[in-house]
DNA sequence: TGCCAGGCGGATT
DNA sequence: AATCCGCATGGC
């Protein structure tokens, strides 16, 4: 087993795993001591995460947790380069936040999980785990990756234990409909196994390159994916930190707060939220205050 | 019980 | 281009 130390003294405005990994970003986590994350509250400790990549080839686990002011990681590969894309350790935090608005909201958001940085999730994962997110609980939509991992995943042995690669796309392809209904994953079933097999088919995922409004016009040619899915890859996954996805909380926050952005469809709403936001980072802001609605709270 | 959860597809207007 | 409706499942 392979293991290492990143030392986090150096990434500008500093790094929280927890925050970043338990913020709803990201349903391709999972605590190794089998708690669920969080819906309520941040507990403040070291607990290690697990997750599965194949960026370096055969599926591989990795284990990492943060300690003493670096992250410790574990894994049958050198993950180093992997967390470093995956937390986007690049990411300076005081310039973001310098982007952001002053207003009261944000800031607050920003000072209570400050250190939380967006993830890069593989895209296909992402993709797969926000399709199921439409009408769901955090907490099950986190719960269908899980199944879907143990169902249809390639088994990957680790530290004398199985685990399960998140599903290939033509892994979840190859899944019935029925097979993902016994999954709980209900109307979205057929949805998943449909945009895997697009997928499989060739039709673009990575649609890196195109210009942001292009980009989320692209990725509806999926099933079950709306603007809104849309949006949370393109910022969850591709890199367009200026995608502002508009989900229940978010409009609640533009009806409270940002009252002018309304005007009454997506894209223009969008549009006008992203400038309030500080444009090029809005993404970045949007998912602190998402992250702070949810859990601290708005009082 | 009825309402809601990081909405979307399809039909209707 | 807007609006309405049905859609699975589970927690409260």
Known sequence: MEHGRIDLSDVPGGFD???????????????????????DHLYGGEAWYLTTTRAL???AVI??????????????????????????????LDAIRASAPPDDLVQR???????????????FGSLISFI????????????????L???????????????????????????TEDELRELSLGYRAPYVRKSAELVEQGTPLDVRGQPYEQARESLTEFVGVGEKVADCVLLFALDYTQAVPLDTWIRKTIDEYYPGCEQGNYT?????????????????????VFHFLRNAGDG
């Open 17 to 39: 795993l927890q925050s970043t990994l338990e913020s709803g970003q990201s349903y391709l986590w999972w605590r190794a001591d089998g708690q669920d994350f969080a819906d």
């Open 57 to 59: 080839g055969e599926p």
């Open 63 to 92: 284990r990492v947790r943060q300690r003493d002011g670096a992250l410790e990681w574990q894994s049958s590969v050198d993950a180093e380069s992997v967390l470093r894309r995956r937390l986007r350790l690049d990411d300076d």
């Open 109 to 123: 958001a920003y000072d209570t999980y400050w250190g939380m940085h967006l993830v890069r999730d593989p895209a």
């Open 132 to 147: 199921c997110s439409a009408q769901m609980r955090v907490s099950r939509i986190h719960e269908m990756q899980q199944s």
């Open 149 to 175: 991992r143990e169902t249809f995943g390639t088994p990957v042995t680790f530290d004398g234990r199985t685990y399960h690669a998140y599903p290939t796309p033509a892994q979840l392809a190859a899944a």
């Open 268 to 288: 223009d709403t969008s549009r006008a939220l992203r400038e309030a936001l500080g444009g090029e980072y809005a993404g970045y802001t949007q998912t602190y």
